[in-house]
């Protein structure tokens, strides 16, 4: 672990000014944080701990939407009672994450942060364009199983970890930040970024932003829902594929539907052409093959995580059906519905 | 209550250091608080193999704390011959000495120690020591290191050659039904949950204590002793507690070593633990390919068993497994035969892990059983009983004792196994393939020579001891339990002491055999003290007991009592004041003797077990629910019920790891382990632990230890794994020969 600075923000304008500069994190719930620091893999000179900020609330908003404050627990904002009655598919998904001991730690502004868990990233030994730009990557055609299908380089290999994020996707939450330049939001699909020519930079917060809060638009699709995650191992374990489904029946047609994936990509994955041709179709079969097909079209995998794909493709048709049917995925009762 | 009740062998006591490990009182060997503690915190060898050209520790000296930077350039001296860096399990080689010369053996090795006044200092300065390395090829993919697999010429001395019989190649041509695959296990690492540490405690004048994590504290004591040039008095070693171990720590592992060479070269108390990725430096169990081939009658009948199985192993020492004697032993085939082989690869060298050998052979060869059965068209239950042999078949030796039909029936009847429908996909609810499969489970009943104290004071308190260890498995509980049952006395008044070198002579604690050899010992040590005691109950005014020999009276509820009449009595606390005795102490060794010896040359001595498991798949997204588990065990004697149970439920859950979960990848590029963590390296949670039941089957047995016991720490993991997959087989006709089951070798 570096040596580094301990700073303690009394409120936000404090925090702004202190997480201004190079080499400075903030600290929050420290779930993934703490973890990195200690392997060495990530290596702040200062780090802000935000704990104090008023930022613990789950606030009704004027226009309907709820409000999730950055620092409300993983845990807090899984059993609210707004979130479980009106979105429960962010319910279900960070119960699907992690173990309970996490989730009473982990904040929703850290869940969003929070990094890959490529195998490379992690082991300071090896070289990882993520963690050290222009090192190379060895995770390409190295230990693969748990990477990504979308892309064909090795920038493109890394997957963003959390379920709750997938969740956040398909209700198309916006990401309220602030920072040396003032407020802004960021609509979900936006926050996350992918890869490109800078794989560290894992989303579109400027320099010394920080989150704030969550909002959650008024729409919860809280009826046709699910969140199906498949894994190693029936609990505490990261996704190998998962899928978030949004949908909103109208007489016995889809008059909308999202659809997100984990375990995919180096951000949650959407494809608005898949959904909008959902649009006023009856929930079927063919329909949900052709959903799958335009979500998982340029789907590449690197041999160990070929399995991924076909995977993919049908996690999406079972959530599908499952949303289509009322009927989500328990996340504790482990049978898949 | 009964006059003569008592809390004794088969009582299910819970664990006498139960308060102790919950409250924290217990301590592990990195939690021994010590003035002038330097903290080491090792560097890992980026490469896997080559050697070392050059450290820069000048940054790192540089930190506030530093002491020093220790390698094989500034160590101290230490032995030279390869024959002073044995260990107890005597692995022929070149024994791995860490920080010893500039040479590179595999990814992980350390190759710097920092030492500093704070841990955080340390950690922070290891990470500025910059190694320069000449890296040489490596190879650490066991199917490319079978091109150089070999049979060693000098064997491992545990290793039970295979004894062919018949001419199974011929036998095998004309069978009528025939299994002919490969199967394979993946590298597993042990991961017990308490890191590998040492706190070692510097007393001056060459005299050390060392509280280290380890299976076996007096191997330690003269593995240092040998290696690191101490007076073997001078050293003492106490592991009292140890937070599991698997086999991780029957050898001496390189952090015991770094932490001594480091107080030997700084002449202060030095502590060293290892990272949760550093225990992924060292014991792991073997990968392993076999091929097996079974030839049988229409009745499925064997005629013949031809197994041949590899293991890897280090490019420095030759670890072997007792992995194709299983199916050989167990099974009445009047034709077998079997060849081994090790592989060498650039990693540590594989180690004994839960049930070594029986825990991958024993279950792959299930695994063909079950193939068998289907070909042959008959129950695999119906198939072991066809095949059941009452003797050691493969060394024609009878057993001391055999209950395995009685395990067959008895999990059998609690599973409900009658009641399955035998073609596989034939089961459904809902969406889910149900399947039900078992298999049978086999280990070695050992016994070694052991000895114990037992200490009675004027008070009735007794103390018992023995230089044993408890990795969790209970071995306090059971040294109580067997003092309790000898002497008569309550629990309460019992301490067991263990886990120190300064104790009575004990093995290193492994192969299941420590309830046995231990137990026997503190039963002999008590043994002594009754007579003692008897003796001095005589002294007591009106010789109430009238000088009754020790085969006329009863020892219980604290008190010596005539057997032919119970209303004469003499309490421990008045035997001893009488006769004046502050303390009767007395030291017993527990060893096979000739008749043990005799025995052992002329029968078997074996656990048996059989293995019931539902399963439920979803089919099409991979997913496989282990929603029952039956497994039935024969091993003679229970000293506890209670905590034998218990390792028998951490066996199957293991077991069900093997299964479908455990299985540490390697970068084949960089040559290391890259899932060195538990998020990435998963054993099973508690969502994929269902019903678990435990079935102890009657097995008298006198003959095969002194006690009557055989063991039970590691029979619940062999052949489990098989079950689950036999399951999956009979619920999906999926049939996958390679473990772990993971979702994407089920939708292959």
Avoid at chain 1, 79 to 93: E, G, Q, T
Avoid at chain 1, 136 to 157: H, K, L, Q, T
Avoid at chain 2, 421 to 442: C, D, F, Q, V, Y
Wanted: aromatic fraction near 6%; charge should be negative.
């Amino acid at each position: 672990m570096n040596r580094f600075d301990y700073l303690r923000a009394a409120d936000i304008p404090e925090a702004v000014r202190q997480g201004a500069g190079e080499h400075v994190a903030f600290l929050a719930g420290g779930t993934n944080l703490i973890d990195l620091m200690k392997e060495s893999v990530e290596r702040p000179r200062e780090l802000v701990d935000i704990n104090r900020l008023p930022l613990r609330d789950i606030t009704e908003m004027p226009d309907g939407s709820l409000r999730l404050g950055a620092l409300v627990t993983n845990a807090d904002t899984a059993y609210d009672d707004r979130v479980a009655s009106r979105y429960p598919l962010l319910s279900s998904a960070i119960l699907a994450g992690a173990s309970p001991q996490l989730r009473n730690a982990a904040t929703n502004g850290g869940n969003l942060n929070q990094r890959t868990r490529c195998v490379y990233f992690y082991d300071v030994q090896t070289p990882c364009n993520i963690r050290s730009p222009l090192l190379g990557c060895c995770a390409f055609g190295g230990v693969y199983r748990y990477n990504a299908i979308r892309g064909s380089s090795p920038e493109w290999i890394a997957t963003h970890p959390s379920d709750m994020c997938v969740a956040l996707a398909a209700l198309s939450a916006v990401v309220r930040v602030t920072g040396p330049e003032g407020d802004r939001a960021i609509p979900f699909e936006d926050y996350h970024r992918l890869p490109g020519d800078e794989p560290w930079r894992d989303n579109t917060l400027k320099p010394g932003e920080l989150v704030t809060s969550i909002d959650l638009p008024a729409e919860g699709f809280a009826q046709n829902y699910t969140y199906l995650k498949l894994r190693d191992r029936l609990s505490y374990a990261f996704a190998l594929v998962s899928v978030a489904v949004a949908m909103r029946l109208e007489e016995g047609r889809i008059a909308e539907v999202r659809i997100a994936l984990g375990g995919v990509a180096h951000k949650p994955w959407r494809r608005p052409q898949a959904e909008e041709a959902m649009r006023n179709e009856q929930p079927g079969r063919q329909v949900f093959e052709r959903a799958s097909e335009a979500l998982l079209e340029g789907a590449v995998g690197q041999g160990e995580n070929d399995f991924k794909i076909p995977l993919a493709r049908k996690a999406i048709l079972r959530a599908l059906s499952q949303a289509a049917a009322g009927t989500p995925q328990s996340q504790t009762d482990k049978r898949i519905a | 209550m009964d006059a003569f009740a008592k809390v004794g062998i088969g009582t299910p006591l819970p664990r006498v250091d139960g308060v102790d490990k919950v409250t924290g009182r217990a301590r592990y060997a990195a939690e021994y608080a010590l003035p002038d503690l330097l903290y080491g915190v090792a560097v890992p060898s980026r490469i896997a193999k080559g050697r070392i050209t050059g450290i820069d520790d000048a940054l790192a000296r540089q930190v506030p704390g530093v002491v020093e930077v220790l390698t094989h350039e500034n160590r101290p001296s230490e032995a030279w011959f390869n024959r002073s860096w044995k260990d107890e399990l005597d692995i022929p080689g070149e024994p791995f000495k860490a920080l010893h010369d500039e040479k590179i053996l595999f990814a992980g090795q350390p190759v710097a120690l920092v030492l500093a006044e704070t841990f955080e200092a340390a950690r922070y300065a290891s990470t500025l020591v910059q190694v320069s390395y000449e890296e040489e090829a490596h190879n650490v993919d066991f199917q490319a290191s079978l091109a150089e697999k070999f049979e060693p010429s000098k064997k491992r001395s545990s290793f039970q050659p295979p004894k062919n019989r018949g001419d199974a190649g011929a036998a095998f041509t004309r069978s009528e039904v025939k299994v002919d695959a490969e199967y394979h296990l993946a590298t597993e690492h042990h991961n017990p949950m308490e890191m590998h540490a040492t706190t070692v405690e510097w007393h001056g004048e060459g005299k050390i204590t060392v509280y280290d994590k380890t299976q076996g504290s007096q191997g330690v004591q003269s593995f240092l002793a040998s290696a690191f040039g101490f007076s073997k008095s001078d050293v003492r070693v106490v592991n009292a507690y140890v937070g599991g171990a698997f086999g991780s720590g029957l050898r001496p592992q390189w952090q015991v070593q770094v932490a001594t060479l480091a107080a030997k070269h700084m002449k202060r108390s030095v502590r060293v633990v290892m990272t949760r990725q550093q225990m992924f430096t060292h014991a792991h169990r073997p990968e392993c390919t076999m091929s097996i081939r079974l030839g049988a009658d229409s009745s499925g009948k064997l005629n013949a068993v031809i197994t041949d199985a590899t293991t890897s192993t280090s490019r420095f020492e030759d670890n072997m497994e007792d992995i194709v004697i299983w199916g050989m032993m167990n099974y009445a085939s009047p034709n077998a035969m079997g060849t081994y082989a090790i592989a060498p690869r650039d990693t540590y060298t594989s180690a004994d892990m839960r049930a070594p050998g029986a825990a991958t052979g024993m279950t792959l060869f299930e695994i063909a059983m079950d193939e068998l059965a289907y070909a042959a068209r008959v129950d695999p239950l119906e198939l072991r009983m066809i095949n059941y042999s009452e003797v050691d078949a493969m060394n024609g030796t009878p057993f001391t004792s055999k209950a395995l039909r009685e395990a067959y029936r008895e999990g059998a009847a609690r599973f409900g196994w009658e009641r399955r429908s035998p073609e596989p996909r034939s089961m459904k609810e809902g969406r889910e393939l149900i399947g039900w499969g078992m298999a049978t489970g086999m280990w070695d009943a050992m016994f070694s020579k052991t000895s114990a104290s037992a200490k009675l004071s004027a008070n009735g308190h007794l103390e018992v001891a023995c230089a044993t260890s408890d990795i969790g498995t209970g071995t306090y509980t059971v040294m109580a339990l067997v003092a309790a049952d000898t002497l008569g006395l309550p629990p309460e008044q019992i301490t067991a002491r263990l886990g120190d070198s300064s104790l009575p002579t004990s093995p290193v604690e492994g192969g299941s055999w420590a309830a046995a050899s231990s137990g026997a010992a503190v039963q002999l040590a008590c043994q002594s003290v009754a007579k003692k005691l008897l003796k001095a109950a005589d002294k007591v005014e009106g010789r109430p007991l009238g000088g009754a020999s020790l085969d006329e009276v009863v020892f219980a509820d604290g008190r010596i009592t005539l057997k032919s009449d119970a209303g004469k009595s003499v309490g421990v606390i008045e035997a001893m004041r009488a006769a004046e005795l502050a303390v009767i102490e007395e030291e017993e060794t527990a060893s096979s003797g000739i008749s043990g010896l005799v025995s052992m040359a002329r029968k078997s001595r074996n656990t048996h077990s059989a293995i019931f498991c539902e399963v439920r798949v979803d089919e099409e997204l991979g997913q496989v629910r282990v929603t029952r588990i039956v497994n039935a065990v024969a091993a003679g004697r229970i000293i506890n019920p209670k905590t034998a149970r218990s390792q028998i439920l951490g066996g199957v859950v293991m077991g069900i790891g093997m299964a479908l979960h455990e299985e540490t990848f390697a970068d084949k590029k960089l040559g290391r382990w890259m899932n060195h963590n538990l998020a990435e390296y998963h054993v099973p949670a508690h969502a994929d632990v269902e019903a678990i039941d435990v079935i102890f089957v009657d097995e008298h047995d006198p003959e095969v230890t002194p006690l009557g016991v055989k063991g039970v720490g590691e029979i619940g993991i062999v052949g489990t794994a098989a079950a689950v997959a036999n399951a999956i087989y009979h619920a999906t006709g999926k049939r996958i020969r390679s473990l772990p089951i993971t979702i994407d070798r089920l939708m292959e």
